[in-house]
């Protein structure tokens, strides 16, 4: 299996000023997606690309980009994708922050923390108050233990469990509606304008 190519944010720019632009397509939370995004972008989060990954995959018959924060979660759909076989895939370099880093436009909304920061809060939180409450119920250090060993292996796997599962709250799922058949209808009504104009 070939791995997807990336794009710094330059390149990105001049391919959206080209004839035939991509598809972007933001993997994000609905939360932090609705705070900032690149204009034109889908929004299309992980899991649920994760789990309907053989509906959304038909209509992605041009180039696709994938972002996300920083280029970790961008990479892991990239790799759903191409395991459907979907060779169209790259990735932005750096995200949405180098994007932005570059000065390019972008659409901004209600500002939430990002889905990293959250992790760090929770685990950071986790582990002081384990290690704090240890002193009077012996054996709880081994909470901060298991939460390091946690930390350890996401990054290891390039994966985190403790990030999927924050993603899936309320407060993380903004005001849109996001589901399989809405992204899968907004794919195709923006075929049917492409094609129409």
């Known amino acids: 299996m070939t ?32 705070s ?16 309907h990954r053989e509906d959304i995959v038909h209509q992605l018959d041009k180039d696709v980009v ?18 459907s076989h979907l060779a169209n895939v790259h ?24 889905i990293e920061r959250q992790v760090r809060l929770v685990a950071g939180l986790i582990v002081t108050l ?4 240890s002193v009077a119920v012996p054996g709880l ?8 060993a946690g930390l350890t292996f996401a990054a290891l796997t390039n994966s985190c469990a403790m990030g999927m599962a924050l993603s899936r709250l309320p407060y993380n ?10 992204i899968v209808s907004q794919l195709v009504a923006s075929d049917r304008s492409a094609r129409e104009s």
């Open 173 to 182: 799922r903004g005001g849109a509606t996001c589901d399989a058949q809405t």
């Open 3 to 34: 791995t997807a190519s990336t794009l710094d944010a330059a390149a990105l720019r001049d391919r959206l000023d080209s004839p035939h632009p991509p598809r972007l397509i933001d993997v994000r939370t609905p939360a932090e997606f609705e």
């Open 141 to 148: 250090q081994w909470v901060a233990f298991a939460i390091g």
């Open 130 to 133: 384990s290690v704090l409450a």
């Open 36 to 51: 900032e995004h690149i204009p034109g972008a889908y929004n299309v989060p992980l899991d649920l690309l994760r789990e």
């Open 66 to 83: 994938l972002i996300c924060r920083s280029g970790q979660r961008a990479t892991q759909a990239g790799e759903t994708l191409r395991r």
């Open 91 to 114: 990735i932005l370099d750096g995200g949405i922050t180098a994007w932005q880093r570059h000065g390019f436009t972008v659409t901004r909304g209600r500002r939430r923390w990002d």
